[in-house]
């Protein structure tokens, strides 16, 4: 069934945000595919148009940019694209110490992609949604929502703040035409990196370690039924089950040994590493 709405999809091009584009076209929806402009952006819009034959147009634009998140809006807004249901999924992480990873640049980056560009998207996009019978938003966190992250500090700092703010926003939003959900999947092979960084992963915390396909229908699947938030992966709802029951200290101490990488980069890292792109 097609229709002429469109799903936007933010991070659409690879990884989760790839599995997500691909399993709401599966559903019928048409997509928009917004993300860095590379070549896998075209690829991954055209085999979505061959694949499942529904309307699926894309945008490549860094959302790092101070004006991007007004420009994606502005591209809908000129293209005539009615949006009810933008997933926020762009974001990128690391694993280091915060002292020695990168530099400050690096940091700016992950912090205007993960929290200003998702709240601006939100903030530009809500008055869109409110024109459709029903709409519905969501945006990725992560199991880092849940406490702080040794290794991964920022990001996991940035995902605390997107599960908070989402979980606001829904209730802000209860009574409107809009469902707001946040997805929260543990660790997962989006790519060459991810996978090898996983590896080094122990216990329960290598076990969880889920594919891309394995995430989105459950994510997409709640989503539609208004679900508040989403944890993908039995394993992960155990860990987050126990998890309250441990004292936070132990929590970060279980939580530093098994996140310390084995290697660490050092202070030349550059901002645009694509390499930890987890989308």
């Not at 200003?116 to 929502?145: C, D, T, W």
Request: hydrophobic fraction near 40%; proline fraction near 5%.
């Amino acid at each position: 069934m097609q229709n002429e709405t469109y799903t936007l999809i933010t991070g659409g091009s690879e990884g989760i945000g790839r599995a997500l584009a691909e399993d709401c076209a599966k559903r019928g929806m048409n997509i928009l595919l917004v993300a860095l402009p590379a070549p896998q952006l075209e690829k991954t819009a055209q085999h979505i148009r061959d694949t499942y034959h529904v309307k699926t147009e894309y945008l490549g634009i860094d959302l790092t940019q101070e004006n991007a998140p007004y420009e994606v809006h502005e591209w809908t807004q000129q293209k005539g694209y009615a949006v009810d249901i933008l997933i926020n999924n762009a974001g990128f992480g690391y694993a280091g110490a915060f002292a020695d990873y990168a530099s400050p640049e690096f940091f700016d980056k992950l912090m205007q992609l993960n929290m200003r560009a998702l709240v601006l998207l939100n903030r530009l996009f809500i008055p869109e949604l409110q024109k459709h019978p029903k709409a519905y938003l969501m945006n990725l966190g992560s199991m880092s929502s849940f406490q702080p992250v040794p290794y991964q500090a920022v990001y996991g700092a940035s995902k605390a703040f997107i599960y908070n703010f989402t979980r606001a926003l829904r209730t802000e939003l209860a009574d409107s035409n809009i469902s707001v959900t946040v997805m929260c999947p543990g660790g997962t092979n989006t790519n060459s990196i991810n996978k090898a960084r996983n590896g080094d992963l122990k216990g329960l915390a290598k076990k969880s370690i889920l594919n891309p396909e394995d995430i989105a229908p459950k994510a997409i699947e709640a989503m539609l039924k208004g679900k508040a938030q989403v944890v993908t992966g039995r394993i992960n709802r155990l860990i987050l089950a126990i998890s309250k029951l441990i004292p936070l200290g132990t929590r970060l101490k279980i939580a530093a040994k098994n996140l310390k990488p084995k290697q660490e980069f050092n202070k030349t890292q550059d901002a645009s590493h694509k390499a930890d792109v987890t989308v």
